[in-house]
């Protein structure tokens, strides 16, 4: 398993970051976060109660379609894939495919946050 690492900062300086590292003036670290967003608030809707829910249910009965993961939730499958879809945007969670399936992991056991001052 592994650490995932979002970092928070303001638009103005995750745009920077992404144009000196294309341009090849920093070099990102290993530990550096390898997702952004920017803001607390933005955090805490993508780990909200029922994101953390919907982890942990993922983690411990590894459901294996989307399908048997809205029954373990006892949501709607329609509400679940969108809850997904954005959750893999953020590598919070990632599909493994095969034989026409999609099943939802967390590949992460490790979160940190990591506030990003402008003047970094």
Do not use: C, Y
Not at 97 to 119: C, F, N, Q, R, Y
């Amino acid at each position: 398993m592994k650490k995932l690492v979002i970092g928070v900062a303001s638009k103005a300086f995750i745009r920077q970051r992404t144009i000196d590292i294309a341009a090849g003036r920093i070099k990102p670290k290993d530990t550096d976060p390898k997702v952004w967003v920017n803001s607390m608030e933005s955090v805490g809707r993508l780990l909200n109660a029922d994101n953390l829910s919907m982890i942990e249910t993922i983690r411990k009965q590894h459901p294996a379609t989307i399908s048997d993961l809205a029954k373990l939730m006892k949501r709607e499958q329609s509400n679940v894939s969108r809850t997904l879809k954005r959750m893999v945007e953020f590598h919070i969670v990632e599909f493994e495919e095969a034989h026409g399936k999609k099943t939802p992991v967390v590949t992460w056991d490790e979160l940190s946050i990591v506030p990003m001052s402008d003047a970094a």
